[in-house]
């Protein structure tokens, strides 16, 4: 028996719905997925000015320390990082805030005041009070934050990613 030349009823109407299906599935699927992953595919960058108190706060020719933390999304993940400062006054106008973190591997420096250096516990680190590396293994100088003044309150400007 020789096969007709002209679609069925059956065969037309199981074309038709596939065909449907598929347009309806591309048309749900394709924002779904992107909705799956766009926050896995966002890649945050931290751009923010924060306040550091009373510039009064800081005394004149001493560094001291200004601990802060900050929350990150990334993706699906939230961290809150810690952060840390030293704000050096070195006149009444004049501030300078460093990065607490050592340049060589990124642990964290304390002020001495009675050596006036900044040590990094890892590897003996020592930086001066303006941040220049005195001895060590670090490679450069204590990075700095970008400062401001308004109001008699200090800011520090922190930039990730």
């Known amino acids: ?44 960058s931290l751009d923010a ?3 550091a108190g009373p510039i009064e706060s800081y005394p004149v020719g001493t560094p001291t320390l200004f601990k ?10 939230k961290t809150v990082n810690s952060y840390g400062a030293y ?9 300078t805030a460093f990065d607490n973190t050592c340049t060589h591997l990124s642990c964290r420096v304390t002020w001495l005041e009675e050596e006036q250096v900044y040590l990094c516990p890892c590897h003996d680190g020592e930086f001066d009070i303006d941040g220049t590396v005195v001895s060590g293994p670090p490679p450069r100088p204590l990075d700095r934050f970008e400062t401001k003044v308004e109001d008699e309150t200090l800011f520090i400007r922190l930039e990730v990613g």
């Open 1 to 44: 028996m020789a096969k007709s030349p002209h679609l069925s009823r059956n065969e037309f109407v199981k074309i038709v719905v596939a065909f449907l299906g598929t347009i309806m599935g591309v048309v749900i699927g394709f924002p779904a997925i992107g909705y799956l992953l766009s926050p896995a595919l966002k890649k945050e």
């Open 49 to 51: 000015w924060i306040s």
């Open 87 to 95: 704000i050096y006054r070195e006149t009444e106008q004049k501030v």
């Open 68 to 77: 802060f933390t900050r929350t990150t999304i990334n993706g699906w993940e």
